[in-house]
């Protein structure tokens, strides 16, 4: 791995080491168009108590970033171990690319049962490291714009907490949020975090709180039980004060993320689309009120209402879900019905293949709407493969590059490659590489 110098002198300087400092090795590149930088723990009040390092990937060509898409691991040694992988997403990286956004991945060093409260309550310093992450690793990738674009924010568990605070902490920055299994305090409860305020531009902020249904929706004595009355809470009181905030239940899942990343990303899709700034510098814009679909909350029960224009919408709008635009809405009733987001686009085709004796190495793009599930090799004009044979996702739809617990691809990262051992010798062969969606759709 190559290291930035950057990264060598932040190191020299940083503040006072903890003892759990070396124990998260990442064994993964940080060439360009990634990039990594990390920082010691800090012994003092009010600074991260923890070692933290980010991973940026900026789309290949971009000249002026627009935004940061930030995908934040959850609580627990192994959801921030498994965090460094997130910013090698290929399905993320679409969302980040069609938008002109760099995409982050912070790793918050946490111990094994050590207190997840000193990173994922930003004002315990995460705040301050992942601003100072964006600052140095613009200059380190050539975009200093980096430390004052706008944020679209996805977070898991603990994660969920950190980017809930960051919407109430930073609502000029975030151009949307995710909370999955994971809001933050805004109503005191003795003995827990002080609650945030919720401000009329934090109400501005398109936020999805998703949850399983196994975490106190429909199950109300398994060990995440108390998921659902903790977004409740956040999710009212944000309503309450007219938030364009909705809740979104899968209805298979429990902690996992499942099959989620096929609404969230599409659904931060439609709100990048809509807030992002024509130029860089000017203020984030505000959704239309005239696109938004209200509908009743939806919390297990047998019959989904369907979503109906805001203007037609008659119910409680503090128990209601906010949803940006028609197409989000029809996306919404499906994901609550069953997970399975419809995708009617085939995903592209791949590029740059190259035959190097009977080694084939091939790039692709994932799908937007539904990531990439694997490809078809053929030889000669004749099926030869289909890669991975079995692909491997315990948690939702089978994905090429497997996925972990918190939505993040497996160590070590699948390679685009293969080696045809039963290629003829002496023999000149042509080969066709086609990749394949979640849905099942084919490339050209």
Partial sequence: MRCPVLLLALLALSGTALAQTGTYEINLPADPPYYRIRYEASANAGELAYPASFTLWVPPGTKTLRGVVVHQHGCGEGSCKSGQTGAFDLHWQALARVHDCALISPVYEQPDKANCQLWCDPRNGSDVAFQR?????????????????????????????????????????VAAAWLRSGVPPVKAVEGKPAPYAISDEACQVPVM??????????????????????VETFFLAMRAKGSLAAVSVDPLSAHECGNQRYLAIPWLDACLTARLPAKPGEPLKRMSSEAAFIAPLHTGEPEIIAPVPAARFTGSLEKSVWLPD????????????????????????????????????????????????????????????????????????PIFQNLQYSDTPTQPLVTMQFTDTTAEAGKNHQYRVIAVNTVGLKSP
């Fill in 209 to 230: 709180c998703n949850l399983g249904t196994k975490e106190g929706v429909t199950d109300k004595e398994g060990r995440f039980a108390g998921v659902w009355p903790g």
């Fill in 326 to 397: 028609e197409a989000m809405a029809l996306a919404w009733i499906q994901y609550e019905r069953d997970s399975n987001v419809p995708d009617t686009t085939p995903p592209p085709a791949p590029t740059n293949l190259q035959v190097v004796g009977n080694q084939l190495t091939w790039d692709a793009d994932a799908d937007l709407q539904s990531g990439l599930a694997g490809f078809i090799i053929e030889r000669d004009g004749q099926f030869l493969v289909k890669l991975p044979d079995q692909a491997r996702n315990p948690y939702g739809r």
């Fill in 133 to 173: 992450a964006l600052t140095d690793l613009g200059t380190a990738s050539g975009h200093p714009e980096l430390a004052t674009v706008p944020w679209a924010l996805w977070g898991h568990s603990g994660g969920g907490h950190w980017a809930g605070g960051m919407v109430l902490l930073h609502p000029d920055r």
